[in-house]
């Protein structure tokens, strides 16, 4: 397949600044990875006979990457719970997600995942890991989340959120669906891998951390945990554990390369040093962290202690744009310095962070429009007013997309969505069953 007629954005670092814009760019795919990148007619010229997908004049990106959501809080939107607004971090866990994710059923953990995926999709998102809870369904609804991917055609890390906060047989169920996924998952590429689930420290006892520290390093996966989002995580691991919280998680292991510590905002100096010394992967989820008023991550003091800082929308949206925007708005107004956190920040995070990691995690080179990369490009209706250059597709990211859309949507070399159509799949009829099961949860609830 030959994508063509649009300015090509390749973020690809490997190459010269002034090649990663080429306007009239074309792509080449064949199966699943692209294969040659360049001038329309150089490349149009090597491959006669290709399906041609027409970019109609607009921006071809690397579909972006959501290092941490929450697919399972989709029919959360629009509800409310009976009682007090919650005042706090805790009082949103106990008053809301605990509440939802408790009453959850396999066939909810499905049809959320479809209806987040298919959202996340148009709005130009190709990869995403997610954090999944369902207490009363916990074996096979990580199954029932790929199911959902394969469905969409969309890229997914999965894991499932161990704690001890529903008992032992729960949190034993939790530590089985994450191995027995990971197992099945394999090794090698494919449209869904696994990480090994961990709710957050001020919720598992030492010996969960054990088990799954144990579990993780003998199926050679990283993590997936919240870390310090409020200041209860590591107050809680003091108090009640005994220990910080940061040399709790290096105890048993679950810091290291290849895990994802979301949030990483109420950290001591000392604690910053441990993390990044653990080549651990920082998800920072600002829209989230705004919601929830739990502060400002410490991103300068994260950054220069060696972590690695990725984006993800924590499922208050699946929108990338909005996420990026978000980043440069909170950092900005947190420090009052116009400086502060300028617009490449969150470009790079997205584009080269979570690259980089996904492409552990995927084995195979992703964000990136490069010959051998796997092909997961998005074609955007963005035709810039003014110059786009490789120095400014920061401002053109910032300003610009937000008012623009994901139009034809490539992964893994297929044709996910077309002019916002999902060949296979009836988005209204997605949505519809949606509903459905949405309302017999907020009835649940006693929301409805
Ligand atoms: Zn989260």
């Given at each position: ?41 150089k ?60 009453a ?29 809870a ?37 949190r ?15 090794e090698?590429?494919?449209?869904v ?13 030492d ?10 390093q ?20 003091r ?38 010394d ?29 972590s ?13 744009v ?10 900005k ?18 584009f ?40 400014n597709?920061?401002?053109?990211l ?51």
């Amino acid at each position: 397949m030959l994508v063509v007629n649009g300015t090509l954005v390749t973020f690809d670092s490997l190459r010269p600044d002034r090649d990663q814009v080429i306007p009239g760019g074309a792509v080449a795919i064949e199966g699943n990875r692209i294969v040659a990148v360049g001038p329309e007619d150089k490349v149009r010229a090597s491959r006669p006979g290709d399906e041609v997908l027409d970019a109609r004049g607009g921006v071809i990106l690397p579909g972006f990457i959501n290092l941490h959501t929450h697919l399972y809080s989709a029919f959360a939107r629009g509800m409310a719970l009976p009682g007090e607004v919650p005042r706090n971090f805790p009082e949103i866990l106990e008053r809301l997600w605990w509440k939802v994710d408790k009453a959850l059923t396999l066939e909810d953990c499905h049809q959320s995942a479809l209806c987040m995926m298919v959202e996340a999709a148009a709005a130009g998102s190709t990869t995403l890991f997610d954090h999944h809870a369902s207490p009363r369904a916990v074996r096979g609804s990580l199954d029932a989340i790929a199911r959902a991917a394969h469905q969409v055609g969309i890229r997914a890390c999965l894991c499932y959120e161990v704690s001890d906060r529903d008992g032992s047989a729960v949190r034993d169920q939790g530590l089985e669906e994450n191995a027995e996924f990971i197992k099945a998952c394999g090794e090698g590429t494919a449209l869904v891998k696994a990480l090994f689930g961990l709710h957050a420290a001020f919720t598992l006892e030492d010996g969960t951390l054990a088990r799954a520290g144990e579990r993780a390093q003998a199926l050679d996966v990283g993590c997936h945990i919240h870390v310090a989002e409020d200041g209860v995580d590591d107050l809680t691991c003091r108090q009640r554990f005994g220990a910080p919280l940061v040399d709790r998680l290096l105890k048993h292991q679950i810091l290291k390369p290849k895990t994802i510590a979301a949030h990483c905002i109420h950290l001591g100096d000392p604690a910053i040093r441990k993390l990044g010394d653990s080549g651990a992967m920082v998800a920072h989820n600002p829209q989230s962290n705004a919601n929830n008023a739990v502060g400002v991550a410490p991103l300068g003091k994260l950054r220069l202690a060696g972590s690695p800082i990725g984006l993800g929308t924590d499922g208050y949206t699946h929108n990338m744009v909005s996420a990026m925007v978000t980043m440069t708005q909170v950092h900005k107004l947190a420090s009052r310095d116009p400086r502060t956190c300028g617009f490449a920040e969150p470009v790079s995070a997205v584009f080269e962070a979570n690259a980089v990691f996904a492409s552990q995690i995927f084995r195979a080179p992703l964000g990136r429009i490069a010959p051998g990369a796997l092909a997961d490009i998005v074609v955007w209706d963005y035709v810039p007013y003014t110059p786009l250059t490789a120095a400014n597709v920061p401002g053109h990211l910032i300003f610009g997309f937000p008012q623009a859309r994901a139009r034809t949507v490539v992964i893994d070399g297929k044709v996910v969505m077309r002019d916002g159509e999902f060949p296979g799949l009836d988005r209204a009829a997605v949505a519809a069953r949606g509903r459905e099961l949405a309302m017999k949860l907020w009835q649940r609830l006693g929301a409805f």
